[in-house]
Every structure is written in C-alpha cells, then in structure tokens.
C-alpha cells in the first residue's frame, strides 16, 4: 500500500516536496492553517552566488540545478534571468569572482559599457559581476502550480485547519491532531515555515528559530526596464513580467540579521522608492504595496531538513525559494526509501540533530 505523507504546511517546501512524493506514488495530505506563510511575500531570486559556506553553496547550486528539471516537467514561472550584481567593489568584487569561479560557478566580469548594453535604463556602475545562472521564481504563482501538479498525482489539501500538535504511539509519530479532527499518517512531514519551532517542540524536538521580520516593496507596473535580476548595495530589484518592480526594504536581504524593523510600513515603502528611482534615474515610479512577512530562520542561518523520529521529518529554511526543487526531490527520496549516499552527501551539513 502506497505510504500516507501528511505534510504540515503548504508553502513553497511543502508544495515541492508534496509534488515530488505525489509523483513517486505517495499517497500525499497537505494541512495548513497557520499565519500567512513567508513564500507569497518572498522576492524570489534564485542563486548560489550568495551562501554560507561550501555545504550551502553545493545545495543551492543543486536547488538550481532541479528547477531546470521542474522546467523540463512542468510549465511553472520560473526564468533564468540571470543577475547583476554590484554589492562589492574593486578588489572585494574580484575576489568574489575569483572564489565563485573557483567553486565552478558560472561568473562574468562586466565593464560599464556591456552593462549599459545589457540594462540601458539602469544608472550604470563602472563594473559589475553577472551570473548567467541565476533567475527568478513568482513566488505565489509557482507555489499554486506546484500544488496543482501535485494535485494531479493525487495529494489532496486540507486547508484552513492549524495542527495543533502530533500525535505519537509508542515513541512513533502517527499522526497530527488538529481542533476538528485527527489525520493518520505513515510519515509527517513538518513544513511549517515560521510554526515550525512550535510544533516539532511539543513532541520534544529542537529547531531554534530567530525572528527575522521583512517588508518587500512593490510598485505600480511601467513599461520594462529591467531584465536580470539587480543586487546592489542599495538593495535588490527585480521586475516581473506584468511590470511591477519588487525591491525587499533591508538591502542584502538574504543575509539580513535585523530583529526588527525600525520604520513603519510608509517609512520603509518611501526610502525603498527612494532607493530604486536612484537605480532606474527617467523611469516615473511610485509604490504600490508594502507587505510585511516573517522569514523562516534557523539560528544559525543554515537549513534544518531531516527525520527527527520514527515517523516524523521537518524542512525549514530560509532561501526556501532557490531550495524548494531540491529540497523536495531529497526529502522525497528519504521519506519512502530513508537517505541515500546522494541525500546524504546533499543534507548531512544540515540535520536537525545539530541543535540537540
Ligand atoms: C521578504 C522575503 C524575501 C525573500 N527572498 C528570497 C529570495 O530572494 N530567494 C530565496 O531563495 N528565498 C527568499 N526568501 C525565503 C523564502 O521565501 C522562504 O524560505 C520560503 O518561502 C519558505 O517556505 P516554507 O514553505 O518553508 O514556509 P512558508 O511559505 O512560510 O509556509 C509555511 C506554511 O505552513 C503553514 N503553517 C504554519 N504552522 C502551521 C500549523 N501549525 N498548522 C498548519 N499549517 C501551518 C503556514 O500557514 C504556511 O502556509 C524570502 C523570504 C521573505 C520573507
């Protein structure tokens, strides 16, 4: 009999990896019912050129390397734009490339005026780095169509109903227990975002989590400016395909360490606006929309994806978007055969028995 995976959380890990196992003939239940999740705020820039570290930087080149296979499967918004970077400067960024290119990271120096070429409304800077292979995932949209492919392989959704806590017989998790009812499963996946922490304590298991709060800014549509994703010191732009320009308030947004956020919605909005007119110097801009969401954030800033007990696995990250593919195609795999050399060689940096 096909194995029951009840995953708690439908966000971008939870959709990936309901799709994956639904694909691999899971007999999938998806149940969510916490706060508003952090995916359909998320910028949605997919990259490795930012990481802590060679472990995270192999998982999130791998995470690249799965959306090309999602892309070969599915018709999901997802573009390999590739991005402009100039956070660093002279020496710092020659470094930089030196240390991606090293890694075999795909990494171009690009002088003013092939970047003039390439982004003409963009106030150009005297270099800059590209990175052919990076891109950008709409976050809501792919998270909407992940579900729905897994849909077609049979996962089904219970949504609006919060997990209350797990339910365990005999030192094995057999299910979630929720104010309406309880759900069997084999196997519970918890993919909980921001809830996580809570969750997995009750049945006394350890993922410390850190607040990190985050506005992201959007404007009104205009015509396009902009093609690759922009990393600057004065923060990261991209435009979507119906012309929004998206920038988060914080700059280096993915290694962000705030606890709070200082400005009020506005403020945040208007210095963003402010930010990105000084990017994009003739383009007529005005912001939108101003949302506010909380970053799923182990500790020590690096995924926790693993079993924690008989019955019970947790994924929980921040770069949930660059990581989702190949999160959900391992955490997969370990939930109906248990880890693998691959699996391992992949998560072995990143098991939730580190905090114990
Ligand atoms: C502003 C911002 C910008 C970002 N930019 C990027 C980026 O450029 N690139 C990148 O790779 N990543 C980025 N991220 C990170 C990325 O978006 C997240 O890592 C990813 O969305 C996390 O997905 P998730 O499925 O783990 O969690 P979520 O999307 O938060 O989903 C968790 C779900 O679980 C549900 N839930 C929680 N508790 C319970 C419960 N008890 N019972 C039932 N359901 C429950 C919630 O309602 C939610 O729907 C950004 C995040 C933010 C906030």
Known sequence: MAKRVVIVGSGIIGAATAYRLGRAGADVVIVDGGAPGATAASFGWL???????????????????????????????????????????????????????????????????TFGKLEPAV??????????????????????ALLNAAA???????????????????GRIIGVETGVGTIAADEVLVCAGTGTEALIAAAGHRVPMVPRPAYVIETRPVAPVLSHVLATPDGELRQRPDGVLVMPA?????????????LSPEE??????ARIRALLPGVTLD?????LAYRPMPEDGLPAVGRLSEGLSVAVMHSGMTLAAGIGECLAREVIDGPSNMTEQLLAAFRPQRFV
């Open 287 to 291: 912001w939108a929309s101003v949302r």
């Open 250 to 262: 914080s700059v280096s947004h993915q290694g962000d360490k705030a606890e709070s956020l200082g």
């Open 268 to 273: 945040a909005a208007e210095a963003t606006i």
């Open 152 to 170: 077609l392989y049979g996962a089904r959704i219970v949504s609006g109903v919060r997990v209350d806590g797990l339910i365990e017989v005999a």
């Open 123 to 144: 106030a150009a800077p005297d270099a800059a780095l590209r990175f052919p292979g990076e891109g950008v995932a709409e976050p809501a949209p792919l998270n909407r």
């Open 47 to 113: 990259n490795a050129s930012f990481h802590h570290g060679e472990d995270h930087y192999r998982l999130r080149v791998e995470g690249l390397a799965a959306y090309d296979r999602l892309l070969a499967e599915l018709e999901v918004p997802v573009r390999m734009t590739g991005c402009l970077s100039t956070e660093f400067e002279g020496e710092r960024m020659r470094a930089e490339a030196a240390n991606l290119s090293a890694l075999g990271y795909p990494v171009e120096e690009v002088d003013r005026v």
